[in-house]
């Protein structure tokens, strides 16, 4: 499609959409395409000025920005212009009017909400009591004192933060890899152009962790419950391999004090693996070699009973009970002893060799 050929679909959908739709940083996409489109033809003519692939990926990124910026600007406008809106607010009164109370129109807010893809700013009605009676009644029914029914069409009426789920999960990965929530604050702005501040990304990772945490408590309950140690029956046909379970605690300083002013806590870390998802070579000078194919970690923070059941769970999902030896690796501390006679059957504790020094 030749440059004017572009320049009139541009302006078409313009005529269609009204001034809300940017077509001049639509003009400036194609502009930018053509410029580096002509500086390929022109270098791909010889060999002496020809383009580096770190130029070709500098062309690509800012495209790729340039397209980014213009996506954003037609959703805004989309959404600016969504007609069914009405109905959405139609349908809202009359839901509350089954519940006793009557809502009316007030003004539209604006609010913005971040996205994997950017900033999305949009536009919408909210509903306000009619009345200081139902006023009272709105407020026995939630804390909310405006309803905004494109919000809940929208999925977003019940996300903290102003932020998608896809965001929250980038942004507490990022957080939480991160040597510290400053440095998360400059490596998503790097990746993902994403703008938060590192209060922001701390609340979110937290949010992120406490949810990921109760789900881990929840299977694990759920697999203490199915496979209690004192019933526990190991399979009768086994595998011929080993599993091995790792366990081992560090004592780190915290600002927090206990019930006995400590402000020391312990880091409990379970591991698992076996042998027969562990690959065994010889290199070139003759030495054996290994290396896991699969292992899976827990971490946990608290009491010997709060680690209890998610090592019998980390046990259970990597077969506990149908290999035929178990051996537990630790460095012999007391806890450690009493915990494996308490969950475990017929497991061969070893004394992690550092500690026979």
Same mark, same amino acid.
């Given at each position: 499609? =030749?440059?004017?050929?572009?320049?009139?679909?541009?302006?078409?959908?313009?005529? #269609?959409? *009204?001034?809300?739709?940017?077509?001049?940083?639509?003009?400036?996409?194609?502009?930018?395409?053509?410029?580096?489109?002509?500086?390929?033809?022109?270098?791909?003519?010889?060999?002496?000025?020809?383009?580096?692939?770190?130029?070709?990926?500098?062309?690509?990124?800012?495209?790729?920005?340039?397209?980014?910026?213009?996506?954003?600007?037609?959703?805004?406008?989309?959404?600016?212009?969504?007609? %069914?809106? @009405?109905?959405?607010?139609?349908?809202? /009164?009359?839901?509350?009017?089954?519940?006793?109370?009557?809502?009316?129109?007030?003004?539209?807010?604006?609010? %913005?909400?971040?996205?994997?893809? *950017?900033?999305?700013?949009?536009?919408?009605?909210?509903?306000?009591?009619?009345?200081?009676?139902?006023?009272? /009644?709105?407020? =026995?029914?939630?804390?909310?004192?405006?309803?905004?029914?494109?919000?809940?069409?929208?999925?977003?009426?019940?996300?903290?933060?102003?932020?998608?789920? $896809?965001?929250?999960?980038?942004?507490?990965?990022? *957080?939480?890899?991160?040597?510290?929530?400053?440095?998360?604050?400059?490596?998503?702005?790097?990746?993902?152009?994403?703008?938060?501040?590192?209060?922001?990304?701390?609340?979110?990772? !937290?949010?992120? $962790? %406490?949810?990921?945490?109760?789900?881990?408590?929840?299977?694990?309950?759920?697999?203490?419950?199915?496979?209690?140690?004192?019933?526990?029956?190991?399979?009768?046909?086994?595998?011929?391999?080993?599993?091995?379970?790792?366990? +081992? *605690?560090?004592?780190?300083?915290?600002?927090?004090?206990?019930? #006995?002013?400590?402000? @020391?806590?312990?880091?409990?870390?379970?591991?698992?693996?076996?042998? +027969? !998802?562990?690959?065994?070579?010889?290199?070139?000078?003759?030495? /054996?070699?290994?290396?896991?194919?699969? /292992?899976?970690?827990?971490?946990?923070?608290?009491?010997?009973?709060?680690?209890?059941?998610?090592?019998? %769970?980390?046990?259970?999902?990597? $077969?506990?009970?149908?290999?035929? !030896?178990?051996?537990?690796?630790?460095? $012999?501390?007391?806890?450690?002893?009493?915990?494996?006679?308490?969950?475990?059957?017929?497991?061969?504790?070893?004394?992690?060799?550092?500690?026979?020094?």
């Amino acid at each position: 499609m =030749e440059f004017d050929s572009l320049l009139n679909t541009i302006f078409s959908y313009a005529d #269609q959409y *009204g001034p809300d739709f940017p077509s001049s940083e639509l003009k400036d996409l194609v502009t930018l395409f053509m410029e580096y489109h002509a500086n390929f033809k022109r270098n791909l003519a010889g060999e002496d000025d020809f383009l580096t692939i770190s130029q070709i990926e500098e062309m690509m990124l800012n495209l790729f920005k340039k397209q980014k910026e213009i996506d954003i600007a037609v959703l805004t406008t989309c959404l600016r212009r969504f007609k %069914s809106e @009405w109905k959405l607010i139609v349908k809202k /009164k009359i839901e509350y009017l089954d519940k006793g109370l009557k809502l009316k129109n007030f003004r539209r807010y604006k609010t %913005s909400f971040m996205t994997l893809a *950017g900033r999305l700013p949009f536009e919408r009605i909210a509903l306000i009591p009619s009345t200081p009676g139902d006023a009272k /009644k709105l407020a =026995e029914l939630s804390q909310k004192k405006l309803i905004f029914p494109f919000d809940k069409a929208l999925g977003l009426a019940h996300l903290p933060y102003n932020m998608t789920v $896809g965001t929250m999960l980038e942004v507490a990965l990022v *957080g939480s890899t991160s040597d510290s929530f400053e440095d998360a604050e400059n490596v998503l702005l790097k990746r993902t152009d994403i703008k938060i501040n590192d209060d922001s990304i701390r609340s979110v990772t !937290n949010l992120i $962790g %406490s949810l990921v945490r109760a789900n881990d408590v929840k299977i694990a309950e759920d697999i203490w419950v199915k496979n209690k140690p004192w019933t526990f029956r190991e399979q009768k046909k086994q595998i011929n391999h080993n599993l091995y379970l790792e366990v +081992d *605690g560090v004592m780190f300083r915290t600002r927090e004090k206990d019930e #006995q002013g400590s402000t @020391w806590k312990e880091n409990k870390l379970g591991l698992a693996f076996s042998t +027969d !998802n562990m690959l065994f070579w010889t290199d070139k000078h003759g030495k /054996k070699q290994h290396r896991l194919l699969k /292992k899976e970690y827990i971490s946990i923070i608290g009491t010997i009973d709060e680690f209890k059941k998610p090592l019998y %769970s980390l046990a259970i999902r990597n $077969g506990y009970g149908k290999y035929k !030896n178990t051996i537990l690796l630790s460095d $012999g501390a007391t806890w450690i002893r009493n915990q494996n006679k308490e969950l475990f059957r017929n497991v061969q504790q070893i004394l992690n060799f550092e500690y026979l020094k």
